[in-house]
């Protein structure tokens, strides 16, 4: 039983490498400046819940899209029309489409024909189509009753996701050039879907400013005022708007005389005369020219500058401005002159942008979060590491010291791939902490049996690891099954979670199996063990060798129990129902840190006057800190951001001094969307394991094992309930955990069960059952503590933002623990009791069949 020495040195390098990737996250900036150039030197990017800044999602507004592409082909459409010479009765925008209807229906043709040249190329999305237009042009009356000469220009649905497309990669440009220009270090800027676009922002506490920046279209034109009275009848070609003080209003043309995508420079400044902020501007060639002309032929007459539907000022052109540069004056402050003129600089966004969903953290709270998770993970590491110690005496350093080398592989693939770290991704590590030693307990109790069965240290280390190998795999995989639709279904700090913990139980497989076996080989050559005696510390047995407990005879009580269980659980999801957060019902949260205690009833009473609905309050931790809640506001989400502003400067004003730690706005699309995603993940994540365990095994251990996940779930559905938490992203988190780890529980009980069918043929189901549960009844529990320890202190020290994972966690490592014995088990004897009478009064039916005549 040697190891190649090829393979030993692949495990060596594999180690090797994984720790050189690790190293540089224990080191300082100046340290990692002084390593040698061909060592590793990324670390692992903290998330913003670790480090504190701000997280937006923002969205395109397709629907501006479209109108401006419509607007543009109604005037593109009556220019090349007008200079055909064929004359038209109305062209006008409806829908996705504009109508053209003509004066003379026998021009038609013609006109289908230029009409037609205004249409764009756009790539179908369809493999091996032709490139298409984005515009269709159809001829003809649009109904039975509707006119000759009618046609319609269909923007159709390639053409609007070319130009969402477009869209939003010229919008992620911008935006980078905006935020650089405002010194937001290290920002990320990514797309998260077909129209919306990700922004991180570190360190940014309070992201109103840059909100504000980045949902600022800054659309510059430049328009001539006409001198009709706002307030009267408007001639054709005008149209009123606002200005920047209330009850200002323009009446302005609607030609754009300069555009602003024709400026080359914009600059803040002061105005030498009045000492007021201004922005001067600058054109290029072409605008310089095109402002030149407009100045010299209206000398006297004022123009608007006019930015996203305000006019900014209105001067009167006293001269003409024949060297290209301006100044826009409007009453600014000196921060929103030296805004316009970064939105300036940067261009104008192609549509305007929403902000959808927004999350800030401070850095103090992130300060604070690191060190919960790190205090709470090596407690949890410590018990573990106890525990094994315990368990297995010697063997159990073994297993601890590939536990430990786990977590650095863990970290330097972090490292390597460029993950984020979230707080959830921590907690991710701890329980990945608990699960790894799973393989380990599983080779170690069978090496035990093999040994009991009089096998030599050699031939029982062989067996138990060729034994266990299987059932490693089928835990493992219906863990990371769940873990996959986590990362498919999840965002943000849940993706981290999911990242950490897929990776940990993909590391654990060549860290637990491989590296043990090769460590646990040397030691038996060297000390040249003739048995293996794997026994605990104290040589006292938490499971006493060869129990028979008859576990099915208390069947009907452990279902029953169950059902009920279940049943109060279904009982407390109707009233009082689940506390959901602001992941699913939408709103705003927001965590307030007051100079002294706080005063509630002065902070409910002055909330209470925002007219914002139902406002909440809630002592947080201490009393100092409070938890503020306000219900979705009515209308879209630039309604959710507008509130965050308001409460922010009530607060400011009620507890002078107060700190905004952790703020939290989802508007009402994306609180929908994340409902449908956890609800969709939770029950495919169900549906997989059935699939799995029904491939690996039998219908009967998929359907045994399907019921026991459908009343785990609905336990943990009512202790939500009853306790309060939070029930939000991370709490689906959790549920689709304990998904993948009660059925990694019930695996190991199924696996011994089939081999026991196999070996025990003529033995009735019910003792196969119960032998098997028994045999399995050290490896079931063993692991459940390991869980359980680690996660026990993310649950009492991790703090609120993984207690909807941690906590439910170890009520649910309890109860899948318990599941597995008493109602996975009766399950499968009920089914298979089932079988066995089928089986019977159709053998002589069958039997009949056969001695009849053909």
Do not use: C
Request: glycine share 10%; no cysteine.
């Amino acid at each position: 039983m040697r190891t190649s020495p090829r393979v030993l040195v692949t495990y060596a390098l594999v180690i090797l490498l994984g720790m050189l990737a690790a190293l540089p996250n224990l080191l300082t900036s100046t340290q990692l400046a002084a390593l040698p150039d061909w060592l590793p030197k990324k670390q692992i990017t903290l998330g913003l819940d670790l480090r504190g800044g701000s997280h937006l999602v923002l969205e395109v507004d397709i629907r501006e899209l479209v109108k401006e592409r419509l607007q543009g082909l109604v005037g593109e459409a009556r220019r090349e029309l007008r200079q055909a010479g064929i004359e038209t009765a109305s062209v006008r925008r409806q829908d996705n489409a504009v109508v053209v209807d003509l004066r003379d229906p026998a021009r038609e043709a013609d006109a289908v024909k230029l009409l037609r040249k205004l249409a764009q190329p756009v790539a179908s999305l369809a493999f091996g189509s032709p490139t298409t237009t984005d515009i269709t042009v159809t001829p003809g009356p649009a109904g039975p009753t509707g006119p000759a000469g009618r046609i319609r220009m269909t923007l159709g649905e390639d053409g609007i996701r070319d130009r969402t497309n477009a869209a939003v990669e010229q919008s992620i440009e911008i935006i980078r050039q905006r935020i650089d220009q405002v010194g937001v270090a290290e920002p990320t800027i990514q797309r998260a879907g077909a129209d919306r676009i990700l922004v991180q922002l570190p360190g940014v506490q309070d992201p109103s400013r840059i909100r504000a920046l980045l949902g600022s279209t800054a659309k510059l034109t430049f328009h001539m005022l006409s001198m009709t009275d706002p307030s009267g009848p408007l001639p054709a070609g005008v149209h009123v708007m606002p200005g920047t003080t209330a009850g200002e209003r323009y009446a302005i043309e609607d030609r754009v005389s300069v555009a602003g995508d024709r400026l080359a420079d914009a600059r803040a400044g002061f105005d030498q005369r009045t000492g007021e902020p201004i922005v001067s501007f600058r054109f290029d060639g072409v605008g310089a020219r095109q402002f030149a002309d407009i100045t010299t032929a209206n000398v006297g007459r004022p123009f608007a500058i006019v930015l996203d539907g305000r006019v900014l000022s209105a001067p009167v052109i006293r001269e003409p401005i024949t060297g290209g540069s301006g100044q826009i004056s409007g009453r600014f402050t000196v921060a929103q002159a030296t805004d316009l003129a970064a939105l300036l600089r940067a261009g104008a966004l192609p549509a305007p942008l929403t902000v959808i969903e927004e999350r800030t953290v401070g850095a103090d709270l992130g300060g604070d979060a690191i060190a919960r998770g790190l205090e709470s993970g090596l407690i949890g590491f410590g018990l573990v590491f106890a525990f094994m110690l315990v368990l297995y005496g010697p063997w159990g350093l073994v297993a601890n010291a590939a536990l430990a080398l786990n977590v650095v592989l863990t970290l330097g693939a972090l490292s390597v791939l460029g993950a984020t770290l979230t707080l959830p991704g921590i907690a991710g590590i701890v329980l990945g902490i608990g699960l790894a030693v799973d393989a380990n307990v599983l080779v170690n109790e069978r090496i035990r049996e093999e040994t009991r069965k009089g096998l030599g240290a050699f031939a029982a280390l062989d067996a138990g690891f060729n034994r266990a190998w299987a059932t490693i795999v089928d835990s493992n995989v219906t863990a990371l099954i769940a873990t996959a639709l986590l990362f498919l279904f999840g965002s943000g700090a849940v993706r981290g979670f999911a990242v950490t913990m897929g990776l940990g139980i993909a590391i654990s497989m060549f860290t637990a199996v491989s590296i043990v076996r090769v460590i646990m080989t040397a030691i038996v050559r060297r000390r040249r063990l003739k048995t293996l005696d794997i026994g605990p510390l104290f040589r006292l047995r938490l499971i006493p060798e060869g129990t028979a407990i008859p576990f099915m005879r208390g069947r009907f009580v452990g279902i029953g129990v169950s059902a009920f269980l279940s049943l109060a659980s279904l009982g407390l999801f109707v009233t009082p129902g689940l506390n959901y957060g602001v992941d699913f019902r939408g709103g705003i949260q927001m965590e307030v840190v007051t100079k002294g205690p706080a005063d509630l009833a002065a902070l409910r009473s002055g909330l209470d006057k925002l007219g914002l609905g139902e406002i909440a309050l809630q002592e947080f931790g201490d009393a100092s800190t409070v938890l503020v809640r306000a219900e979705r506001q009515p209308g879209d989400e630039a309604a959710q951001t507008a509130a965050v502003e308001t409460i922010r400067a009530e607060l400011a004003t009620i507890a002078p001094g107060s700190k905004v730690e952790r703020t939290e706005v989802v508007g009402p699309k994306v609180s929908g969307e994340l409902a449908t995603a956890g609800v969709l993940a939770v029950v495919l994540a169900s549906l997989a394991m059935m699939a799995y365990i029904w491939v690996r095994f039998e219908w009967p251990f998929a359907v045994g094992a399907i019921a026991t996940l459908v009343l785990d779930v609905t336990k943990t559905v009512g202790f939500f309930a009853l306790t309060g938490l939070d029930f939000n992203l991370t709490a689906i988190a959790a549920l689709l955990t304990l998904i993948g780890y009660s059925v990694n529980d019930k695996v190991v009980v199924y696996d011994r069960m089939r081999e026991n069918m196999r070996r025990f043929k003529a033995m009735p189901l019910r003792d196969v059952i119960d032998r098997s549960i028994n045999e399995t009844l050290g490896r079931s529990l063993y692991t459940s503590v390991t869980a359980f320890l680690a996660m026990l202190p993310m649950a009492l020290f991790g703090g609120a933002a993984v207690a909807s994972f941690a906590i439910p966690m170890v009520f649910g490592i309890v109860v899948a623990a318990s599941s597995s014995v008493f109602i996975a088990a009766p399950i499968l004897l009920f089914l298979g009791d089932w079988r066995t009478r089928r089986r019977a009064a159709i053998a002589p039916h069958r039997g009949d069949e056969a001695e009849s005549p053909a």
